[in-house]
Each structure stands twice: as C-alpha cells, then as structure tokens.
C-alpha cells in the first residue's frame, strides 16, 4: 500500500515474462543424461563463474541436498553465474533449474542455433524454471547460466539440468532414495483443516502427504495444509519423501483433530463490505482520528505495523505527535467505539516500505504471536497482510494459521497484494491465499501503481479501465477465491498513488459487471458473482482529503448490491 505512491517495476517485461510459450521437447532416449556439472552446488561454485564476485553458496535455502546458488545483484551488475557444458552436435536437450528470490533467468548461449533464456518475478518458494535448445552441427559446448536483475534481491538456484544426449563431459553422481521424514507434527486446526509440518531431508525434491495410508497431495516444501475434512474429527497422517531415485519409507503417523466450529464465518461482517486503510502518519493527506472515519467503512486497516529485531515479530506505535496529540487511550476507546458501530479494525502488515519477513518456522511463530498481543493490547479484529517485497507461502501460511488458532473463527483476515502478485495461482500470495481458504476473509488486489496486465481470457488490459478490474478479478474468481472473498482495492483520489486512479463510478460499474453482468466494457465475465464482497481503498485519509466523495459513492454501492 503506497505512503506518497508507489513505483512499478518492469512491468512490461513481467507482462512479457507471462506470455513466454516454448516448444515441446522430443522423447528422451535412455541414453540420456543431465549433463550439468556440480547441478546441485554440492562442490561449492566448481565449475562455476559469477561475475563481479557475485555468487557464493548458502545452506539455506536448498531445493534438494545440503548447498543452493545465490546471486546478488548490485550496481550494474545481474548476478550472472555461468558454467561452460559439454553437449552433442545436432542434438536438443531441456534445460531447467529450481529458482526462489529475487528475479530469476535461466539461459543458454553458444548453441549454434538460438539461444534461448527463460524467466520469473520474484518468488517466495521454490518454483522450476525450463525451456529446450538445440545444438548446431559443429556445437559441442554451450554456457548455461543463471542471473539475477539490476537493483533487484538476491536469487537463489538449484539443481541445474541440461538433459540429453551424453556430452562426453560427464555428470553428477545419481541421487539415491531420501530418507523417511522426520519430526512431523500438527502446528494448527481449524473446524475443516489440519496444518502439517516436518523436518527437511536431505537430498529430496518432494513430499508425499498420506492420510490413513492413502496419499493426498504432494509438496515441495516441508509444510502441507490439509483442508475440506470434517468438523470434530480425528485424521491420522504420515509423509515420505521422495527425488528422482525413488520415495522413502512412511513417517511416524500423527493424528490431527478438527476443532467443533471454525473459519470465517463469524467475522460479523456484512455480505458486502467496505475496507479503507488508516493512516498512523501524515503524509499530506487529511489527519484523522479513528472516530473520523466514515460509517461507511467496514473493516479499518491500520497501517501500519513496525517490524522490530526479532525475526518476524511486529510492534505498533501510534503517532501522537503526528496525529495531532492522538493518545493510545483515545485510540483503544475509538477501536471500541468501532466495534459497537459493527466494524472491524486489523492490524496491517507490510506496506510500500515493510520489511517484515517471515521465512521460516521461528519467525512465523514470532509473527503469530507478536499479531496476537496487539490484538489484545489494542482490540485489533485481525491482520492485513500488505507484504510488497516478496512473501513466503510456506511459512506465511503457517504463521496465519497459527494466529487463527490463538484468535479463533471471529479473526479478520485481510491481504492486498499488487496485480502481478495475483496473475496466477502459482504465485507465493496467491498460494497463500488459496492455503487459508478456510480462515481468509478477503484478497482487495490494488489495481493501481500497475502496469499492464493479462486478464483471465490471456488478453492485455491497461489500468484505469473497467475492464481492467474485471478481467483480473476474474483470475481470482476462477482460480479458486469465493467470491466473497473478493475486492477490488483502489486510490480514494488522485493523490493517493501514482498511478490507477479512476472515478468511483468506473468502481460502480466494475462491481455491477462482476455481480450482475451489467455496466461491464468489452469484458464480460462468464458468470456473475452476486456474492463479490465489495472494494477497498487506499486510504481514508485521502479520501476525506477529497470531500469523501469516493466513500460516499463506492460504500454506498457495495451496501446496495444485493
């Protein structure tokens, strides 16, 4: 969520990254081979080459095996690490690579033919990129690398593979089978879910998650959310783990049991609802109490949260002196004030300049745990989770999961993330999203500071339209969100982004399109969603700047829609 606006970056070429296609690959012969040299940086950077001293290994995090590859970009340079490869004339191999971090390429040059290159936004999890390249007729040694982007985070990359033909130059020893996991456990529950967690193993790609002997998912990671059981029920689970050698014996089995009543049905919420996030410090906009904020806000989020030295725990301290000598008692008596009115006030974590992070298990209990105390000290409802610089979908699910346990099922969960962060489900926010399903209240995607974007039908939409908010609601809508948990997030004026504002009316008729098929542009989704929660704004401040012109507007749409 901007402060003075927010700059987007790239994002073009992100929109370009989304529409890369590549050809199919032919089918392996058995004499086919990885022909990466130390693919899996067991040996340290040998064999390898980064620039400007750029690389280096770390323990953490890995894909499979005890080493991964970071490369942090600084100045001018990308983080390029490259090996050179031993490969057959005329031949075609596929190239891939496990990526996690900051912007990622994979590519290789020499080929004799066309070089090829592939990439991804930054990601919180592991996520496999690939593409095919064939060799020339005299071609016999190509360089495969792996980059970063200018003034981006640091990447991470693991378990390289060029795989073909034999090169001549030989190939890392073969994985064997992993061992059978460790440490498995029930962090949390819900009425209808069961959070696993276990201890990584090493040398495996992948876990095998059973319940009652019969598998149910696999994962990538070392946590799996189990959802759609029943209420009050005892669920026994295991998990193996598993590489390309083969899959490890059964865990030790825990049991699960499902809690009597749960998820976010009893938030107190109206069908269709109203979020606008306040502002604890003056950047122009108008200076506001809580008990300012118009009645036609439903759910307030307080922006924001302060990260503190603990990993992951988060503090809060109001602004006084900037909010005109605001006192903690006044602001805990207007949160009250809120909640008799029938609103809700979270807690928002993250925002343009958040640096929170939460990355593994320890700073996800820290995160639980320090959110929870502000909802005591404060009468916080909830959290919104507004992460701008990357998300964990591993640990963020847990640490949500976590909080649901200690709040129970009145807890408010909100998130705004940005447009690219929701352009598919395989994206860390949208993953998480989807992982709490059972415990979220609402996803108001900002559909502003943005630049181009696919909608759900593949086409190109630009901000600022109708159709622009259609068509990438709809991506949410059909990517597994109910529709109730849906909003539509926008600047209340000109002068709250950069970029994206539109009139409340172009708000009226985005939500009328997605809710009744009417009022739509040239989009027009395959179904309504009647059901659509409503719409967001940034931020009550500067819609009370303008006159509250969007408020009165948009808010009283949204408690209008049937």
């Given at each position: 969520?901007?402060?003075?606006?927010?700059?987007?970056?790239?994002?073009?070429?992100?929109?370009?990254?989304?529409?890369?296609?590549?050809?199919?690959?032919?089918?392996?012969?058995?004499?086919?081979?990885?022909?990466?040299?130390?693919?899996?940086?067991?040996?340290?950077?040998?064999?390898?080459?980064?620039?400007?001293?750029?690389?280096?290994?770390?323990?953490?995090?890995?894909?499979?095996?005890?080493?991964?590859?970071?490369?942090?970009?600084?100045?001018?340079?990308?983080?390029?690490?490259?090996?050179?490869?031993?490969?057959?004339?005329?031949?075609?191999?596929?190239?891939?690579?496990?990526?996690?971090?900051?912007?990622?390429?994979?590519?290789?040059?020499?080929?004799?033919?066309?070089?090829?290159?592939?990439?991804?936004?930054?990601?919180?999890?592991?996520?496999?990129?690939?593409?095919?390249?064939?060799?020339?007729?005299?071609?016999?040694?190509?360089?495969?690398?792996?980059?970063?982007?200018?003034?981006?985070?640091?990447?991470?990359?693991?378990?390289?593979?060029?795989?073909?033909?034999?090169?001549?130059?030989?190939?890392?020893?073969?994985?064997?089978?992993?061992?059978?996991?460790?440490?498995?456990?029930?962090?949390?529950?819900?009425?209808?879910?069961?959070?696993?967690?276990w201890s990584a193993v090493s040398g495996a790609t992948g876990y095998n998650v059973y319940r009652g002997g019969t598998k149910i998912t696999a994962v990538t990671g070392t946590?799996?959310?189990?959802?759609?059981?029943?209420?009050?029920?005892?669920?026994?689970?295991?998990?193996?783990?598993?590489?390309?050698?083969?899959?490890?014996?059964?865990?030790?089995?825990?049991?699960?049991?499902?809690?009597?009543?749960?998820?976010?049905?009893?938030?107190?919420?109206?069908?269709?609802?109203?979020?606008?996030?306040?502002?604890?410090?003056?950047?122009?906009?108008?200076?506001?109490?809580?008990?300012?904020?118009?009645?036609?806000?439903?759910?307030?989020?307080?922006?924001?949260?302060?990260?503190?030295?603990?990993?992951?725990?988060?503090?809060?301290?109001?602004?006084?002196?900037g909010l005109g000598g605001y006192t903690v008692d006044q602001f805990k008596a207007d949160i009250a004030a809120k909640h008799a009115a029938g609103k809700k006030v979270v807690?928002?974590?993250?925002?343009?300049?958040?640096?929170?992070?939460?990355?593994?298990?320890?700073?996800?209990?820290?995160?639980?745990?320090?959110?929870?105390?502000?909802?005591?000290?404060?009468?916080?409802?909830?959290?919104?989770?507004?992460?701008?610089?990357?998300?964990?979908?591993?640990?963020?699910?847990?640490?949500?999961?976590?909080?649901?346990?200690?709040?129970?099922?009145?807890?408010?969960?909100?998130?705004?993330?940005?447009?690219?962060?929701?352009?598919?489900?395989?994206?860390?926010?949208?993953?998480?999203?989807?992982?709490?399903?059972?415990?979220?209240?609402v996803v108001n995607m900002q559909y502003y500071n943005s630049g181009t974007m696919l909608g759900c039908d593949g086409k190109v939409y630009g901000q600022g339209t109708v159709?622009?908010?259609?068509?990438?609601?709809?991506?949410?809508?059909?990517?597994?969100?109910?529709?109730?948990?849906?909003?539509?997030?926008?600047?209340?004026?000109?002068?709250?982004?950069?970029?994206?504002?539109?009139?409340?009316?172009?708000?009226?008729?985005?939500?009328?399109?997605?809710?009744?098929?009417?009022?739509?542009?040239?989009?027009?989704?395959?179904?309504?969603?009647?059901?659509?929660?409503?719409?967001?704004?940034?931020?009550?401040?500067?819609?009370?700047?303008?006159?509250?012109?969007?408020?009165?507007?948009?808010?009283?749409?949204?408690?209008?829609?049937?």
């Amino acid at each position: 969520m901007p402060v003075l606006g927010k700059r987007r970056l790239w994002a073009g070429v992100a929109l370009a990254a989304l529409a890369l296609s590549f050809a199919g690959t032919g089918q392996a012969s058995a004499a086919d081979i990885n022909n990466a040299k130390n693919a899996g940086f067991e040996s340290g950077l040998t064999n390898w080459t980064c620039t400007a001293g750029s690389g280096t290994t770390v323990s953490s995090p890995v894909h499979s095996g005890a080493a991964a590859l970071k490369g942090t970009p600084a100045g001018q340079d990308n983080a390029q690490c490259s090996e050179p490869v031993a490969v057959k004339p005329n031949s075609t191999y596929t190239l891939s690579a496990w990526v996690q971090g900051g912007y990622s390429y994979l590519g290789v040059t020499g080929t004799g033919t066309t070089d090829v290159s592939t990439w991804t936004p930054d990601t919180a999890s592991w996520k496999q990129l690939s593409t095919t390249f064939t060799t020339g007729a005299s071609t016999t040694s190509v360089s495969v690398y792996t980059h970063g982007w200018y003034g981006q985070a640091a990447y991470y990359a693991d378990d390289i593979s060029v795989y073909g033909p034999d090169g001549g130059g030989g190939s890392d020893p073969a994985p064997t089978v992993p061992a059978t996991p460790t440490g498995l456990s029930v962090p949390s529950t819900t009425s209808s879910s069961v959070s696993l967690a276990w201890s990584a193993v090493s040398g495996a790609t992948g876990y095998n998650v059973y319940r009652g002997g019969t598998k149910i998912t696999a994962v990538t990671g070392t946590s799996a959310t189990i959802t759609g059981l029943a209420a009050s029920t005892a669920y026994s689970f295991q998990v193996t783990a598993t590489n390309s050698a083969g899959e490890s014996g059964k865990s030790t089995a825990v049991t699960g049991t499902t809690t009597a009543t749960g998820g976010n049905g009893g938030t107190g919420l109206p069908k269709h609802a109203v979020t606008g996030y306040w502002q604890n410090f003056n950047n122009g906009a108008t200076v506001q109490k809580l008990s300012a904020v118009s009645s036609q806000y439903d759910i307030i989020a307080v922006a924001f949260a302060d990260a503190t030295s603990t990993p992951g725990a988060v503090s809060f301290t109001l602004d006084s002196a900037g909010l005109g000598g605001y006192t903690v008692d006044q602001f805990k008596a207007d949160i009250a004030a809120k909640h008799a009115a029938g609103k809700k006030v979270v807690i928002s974590i993250g925002g343009q300049n958040g640096t929170i992070s939460v990355s593994d298990s320890t700073s996800a209990t820290n995160f639980a745990n320090s959110v929870y105390s502000l909802m005591q000290t404060y009468g916080f409802d909830g959290v919104d989770i507004d992460l701008e610089n990357g998300i964990n979908a591993t640990y963020m699910t847990q640490a949500l999961r976590s909080l649901s346990a200690k709040a129970g099922s009145s807890l408010v969960i909100t998130m705004a993330p940005q447009t690219i962060d929701m352009q598919s489900t395989s994206n860390a926010y949208f993953q998480t999203a989807l992982n709490i399903k059972d415990i979220l209240t609402v996803v108001n995607m900002q559909y502003y500071n943005s630049g181009t974007m696919l909608g759900c039908d593949g086409k190109v939409y630009g901000q600022g339209t109708v159709d622009f908010l259609t068509a990438l609601a709809c991506i949410q809508l059909q990517g597994g969100l109910a529709p109730s948990q849906v909003g539509l997030g926008l600047p209340a004026s000109t002068s709250a982004a950069g970029s994206g504002y539109v009139s409340p009316t172009v708000v009226n008729n985005a939500l009328d399109c997605l809710t009744a098929g009417t009022n739509c542009g040239t989009f027009k989704p395959s179904k309504t969603y009647p059901d659509l929660r409503g719409a967001m704004t940034w931020s009550t401040n500067w819609d009370a700047a303008a006159g509250s012109s969007w408020s009165n507007s948009v808010g009283a749409h949204v408690h209008a829609l049937p």
